[in-house]
């Protein structure tokens, strides 16, 4: 400290470095005071459905108007005039309004593009439950899950009534494309089909598209990594790695007509049949299966390999003496490193 007061640029730095600490510390308290007596808005449903009360008991036009409006603060206090007469200033019912105003939006507000007469479905006879089934365990107005057109449809569907797009959308037509389709949509909305795990009603691509659809536009309209080279090279590891993606558009028998006119380039190398063999490798490593029969129907069974000498016992090591450079001929085919009595017997 006395080093500090004898360097008048030295006391002038701690000068400001206390001054910082103590803002800090202020506002650290103003901060936890804050926090300790601000409420966070919430209502709970949960606790009104178990003491009884009817939907109509607080939105009193639920059963006579399309909008059915959201409680009243002089509603609310015929019970609350009694219950929060203990209770705190900020825990009283008064904090969920603005003056008389309830400060939560209604769920009525979905906006123009969407047509929702909530007294028709009243009048239709359906319980406030059959579209609102989540509000008998809320406990957070604010959290009120919207609701999803899926069970819309579903509803309309098992009741018979009008469920095309214009039912409930008057500006959204079979004929217009959502607003994501436009820019390079052509070629994102692969990933999009593929994923399947968007919530988004403009990624659910089975409300305006047939399964058809995709194959007669890709038959017209190749993907973009369906170039030549592709095709020569690279389809086959696709295929290998993702068979489901091409089973989008191709049929397995499409995979056998094409290759019975065009041989796979991989059976063109020197070492690709007898007497290597390479080509069990592909079955092989890891162990597939014994049969070929998707493109060699005809192929003898690898059961039937030639038996072994009668000097020769299964306990020996076939590879020591078979092998480039050994005693007796190499192997006629790949070694897989399979035992060799499996087929030898």
Known sequence: MALLMRHPRLRDVSTLVLGIAFVTLA???????ARSTRRSYAFSHKVHVEQELACADCHLAAESADDPGMPGVGACKLCHGEIDAQKPADRKVETLFEGKKYRALGRSNVGPEIVFPHLRHVAAG?????CHAEVAGNEDAIELAPARMDNCTQCHAERKVANDCATCHPTILPGLKPESHGGTWTRQHGNVCRAGTSDRTSDRCDLCHKETDCASCHQTNPPENHTNQWRRVGHGVTAALDRESCSTCHQPSACLSCHEESTPRSHNSASFGAPRSTHCITCHEPLQGEGCSACHANTPSHALASPKPPSHTPSMNCRQCHQPGGVLPPMPHVD??????RCHH
Request: aromatic share 6%.
């Open 27 to 33: 506002g650290c308290v103003l901060f936890d005071g």
């Open 126 to 130: 359906l319980e406030c439950a059959a």
């Open 336 to 341: 897989d490193g399979s035992n060799c009595n």
